[in-house]
């Protein structure tokens, strides 16, 4: 059974730090794309960042360029999400997913993937 499980979210102050971990079980992770998701309250879900299939590239949405970082542990069937200057506006419900193939450039079209995860809450707040 395919399944992917996210952890590591919490309450966190502004310029905090969070790493989110993504296991994967009933696949290998290594070969598919993957990408990272949240949804805040009263908004739609949004791409955070994702890591390409064929070469292992990876991109970032503009508001967190520069303080996420999206990495994969093949050995562990795991990929993470390190979150750093976590801001109030981070907070959201974070999910990873997964898919043998995304076209390139559409890693932030949620469609794209079959496999989600069941979320992991953030909250940024003093």
């Known amino acids: 059974q395919v399944r992917l499980v996210e952890s590591g979210g919490g309450l966190v102050q502004p310029g905090g730090s969070l790493r989110l971990s993504c296991a994967a079980s009933?696949?290998?992770?290594?070969?598919?794309?993957i990408g990272w998701f949240r949804q805040a309250p009263g908004k739609e879900r949004e791409g955070v960042s994702c890591s390409s299939s064929s070469d292992g590239s990876t991109d970032y949405a503009e508001s967190v360029k520069g303080r996420f970082a999206i990495s994969r542990d093949n050995a562990k069937n795991t990929v993470y999400l390190q979150m750093n200057s976590l801001k109030p506006e981070d907070t959201a419900v974070y999910y990873c997913a997964a898919d043998p193939h995304v076209d390139y450039g559409k890693g932030f079209i949620a469609h794209e993937y079959d496999y989600w995860g069941q979320g992991t809450q953030v909250t940024v707040s003093s």
């Open positions: 009933g696949f290998t992770l290594d070969g598919y794309a």
